[in-house]
């Protein structure tokens, strides 16, 4: 019957979510630490070197692309997600510089 056939793909479609809610979970928690070592960076930074070097940027993008490439995610979607964690790094520290000053006196 088609009814049958609805809802094993809605039981699907539920289990898919589920499982994509708890690796966005999983990022959560990765991002999350990965910001604890942004938050040290910074700390050891002056504030005449807020941002990040163009070479650390484009070594910073060629391997997030590589990577995910190999694990079969296209490489422009691992780009994108890049660039904004890059840009979100420097406009945090912006905002650590404007409310503490320079953090090494």
């Known amino acids: 019957s088609t009814q049958g056939v609805s809802s094993a793909a ?3 479609y539920k289990r898919q979510r589920k499982e994509i809610d708890r690796l966005d979970e999983q990022l959560i928690d990765l991002l999350a630490k990965r910001w604890t070592y ?3 960076v910074w ?3 002056l504030n005449t070197e807020i941002g990040y070097p163009q070479g650390r940027i484009d070594a ?3 391997k997030a692309c590589s990577r995910a490439d190999a694990a079969g995610l296209p490489p422009w979607v691992a780009e994108g997600i890049w660039r904004e964690i890059i840009r979100l790094g ?4 912006k905002q650590q510089s404007e409310q503490h000053g320079d953090v090494n006196n």
Do not use: A
């Open 10 to 12: 809605s039981d699907v």
């Open 38 to 40: 942004v938050d040290q």
């Open 43 to 45: 700390r050891r930074k």
């Open 60 to 62: 910073m993008l060629e």
């Open 90 to 93: 420097i406009e945090f520290e």
